[in-house]
């Protein structure tokens, strides 16, 4: 069974910064794709962005040059820092790890994934 837990949450100015952690459990992590997404209130889960096992990454049009996603595999984490933030970076934070090992597209849909963690909130207060 595999554990995703994030941490790295909090309440922040705009402009400001914060770095999200996920640590994983339970499987090789450095043969799978990591994504992050988020979830606003009122608002469907959207993606972030998400890095290949082989460390290709992809980002969500919103958050390009002010997001960055990376990966550690000796400590099975997956970081996202996140730059010049905005309101309406609002929302909960999810990680999650893709279902099939191996793939070098990080993919940008949530099906595409298998696991969860429970997720972390991003306040960006104006």
């Known amino acids: 069974q595999v554990q995703l837990v994030e941490s790295g949450g909090g309440l922040v100015q705009a402009g400001g910064s914060l770095r999200l952690s996920c640590a994983a459990s339970?499987?090789?992590?450095?043969?799978?794709?990591m994504g992050w997404f988020r979830q606003a209130p009122g608002k469907e889960r959207e993606f972030v962005a998400a890095?290949?096992?082989?460390?290709?990454?992809n980002y969500a049009d919103s958050v390009k040059g002010r997001f960055t996603i990376s990966r550690d595999n000796a400590k099975n984490t997956v970081y996202l820092q996140m730059n010049s933030l905005k309101p309406e970076d609002t929302a909960v934070y999810y990680c999650?790890?893709?279902?099939?090992?191996?793939?070098?597209?990080?993919?940008?849909?949530?099906?595409?994934?298998?696991?969860w963690g429970q997720g972390t909130q991003v306040t960006v207060s104006s």
């Open positions: 339970g499987r090789a992590f450095s043969n799978y794709a």
């Open positions: 890095i290949s096992w082989s460390d290709n990454t």
């Open positions: 999650a790890a893709d279902r099939i090992p191996l793939r070098n597209v990080p993919r940008v849909v949530a099906v595409e994934y298998n696991y």
